[in-house]
């Protein structure tokens, strides 16, 4: 069951699918009882150039969007993504700046299910995250310690960050705001170029943030501010590995490392 949708922004403005949002604003302005004469006064447009929009002859541009967005107080996402006569219109959750949305499903006795994005159906996730059927298709699970916020599992590959390995679910939750995140702190970062990545925050800059693996081996990385779709903060992992570590070999083999490092560098300085 969803109970409510959560917002963030991301919505591709070079391709709107016209159809769907011209069907949106006709169902929103008969719900709502509104003339098309009021609608184009609001949006400081003539009415024949409104009419175009709800024909689904013309595209309307970014102003207009925003424009409609703010007079209907719903995201740009939703006008242009989701049919919105499948959403309960009353339940969204209003958030500043009409950002994207993400369905939170809850249980018979209105616990918050984590939604667990598994290995099989990663690859799908940058196409669906905002989509309310493929959300709910996912496999569910509770876990009430966690506490309030909205929070989904990702899956963990390779072995930049240990203790997590192959296998390993993250549990996070949904950040709003990406000034809130922090340094030093780690991050499932859902970006447009890179995918899914899981990392710990090394620097936050004025348009982007530079990010790290715990394993050195790995290099650090700058992620432009406008290159990412959803950050979701490390709550809790999920995993089968009860190996003690080994740290005598794990710090044999991180000096080994380093001190290969130090003679590279030291050959260049040479040379």
Known sequence: MITNLIIFVVTNYNKIPMSLFSDNI???????????????????????????????TSEAPYEILKKIAHYYHISIDLL??????????????????????LPITVDKDGENFIEVVTQKVKAGYLNGYADPEYIESLQHISLPFLGPGKHRGFPVEGDSMPPHEDGSIIVGRYIEKLGDVMDGKTYIFITKNEGMVYKRLNKNKKNALVVASDNSFYPAYEVKASDILEIWEYECSIGRNDRKPEISETASVKDLFLELKREIQDLKIKH
């Open 26 to 56: 006709r169902n929103l302005r008969v719900q709502q009882k509104i003339s098309q004469e009021k609608l184009a006064e609001a949006l400081a447009i003539t009415r024949g150039r409104y009419v175009k929009y709800e024909d689904g």
């Open 80 to 101: 242009l993504s989701v049919d919105i006569r499948k959403i309960p219109m009353d339940d969204l959750l209003q958030l500043e700046n009409n950002r994207l949305v």
